[in-house]
Nanobody, 123 residues
Framework: VQLQASGGGLVQTGGSLRLSCAASGRTDSNYVMAWFRQPPGKEREFVSAISGSGGSTFSTDSVKGRFTISRDNAKNTVYLQMDSLKPEDTAVYYC?????????????????WGQGTLVTVSS
């Protein structure tokens, strides 16, 4: 499975961005997809995850109500709609994929990773 993330950029506080992650290779709708982020000088952290069907979604508390994860299985693509962005959202955002929904927020459980896309939120 290969993952290609895109959509990052520079945005002002309160603005919006939509990240995309296109999957290719041996993909199917059974893969759990997730977004993680790594702020400058910090550890990589969980942001949001979505089940294979798209019926279940999970997000870390700091983005609830602002970020929305979704997927289009016909296009093998997962999205992260980010609204009301804050400077503390500045990070490199990575998409990831794995088979099981267990431990969906544990980055060590993910077998496949995209290359990352930089999101910078200016104050």
């Amino acid at each position: 499975v290969q993952l290609q993330a895109s959509g990052g950029g520079l945005v002002q506080t309160g603005g919006s961005l939509r990240l995309s992650c296109a999957a290719s290779g041996r993909t199917d709708s059974n893969y759990v997809m997730a977004w993680f982020r790594q702020p400058p000088g910090k550890e990589r952290e969980f942001v949001s995850a979505i089940s294979g069907s798209g019926g279940s979604t999970f997000s870390t508390d700091s983005v609830k109500g602002r970020f929305t994860i979704s997927r289009d299985n016909a296009k093998n693509t997962v999205y992260l709609q980010m609204d009301s962005l804050k400077p503390e959202d500045t990070a490199v955002y990575y998409c990831a994929a794995k088979r099981s929904l267990l431990r969906y927020n544990d980055l060590h459980d993910y077998a496949y990773w995209g290359q990352g896309t930089l999101v910078t939120v200016s104050s």
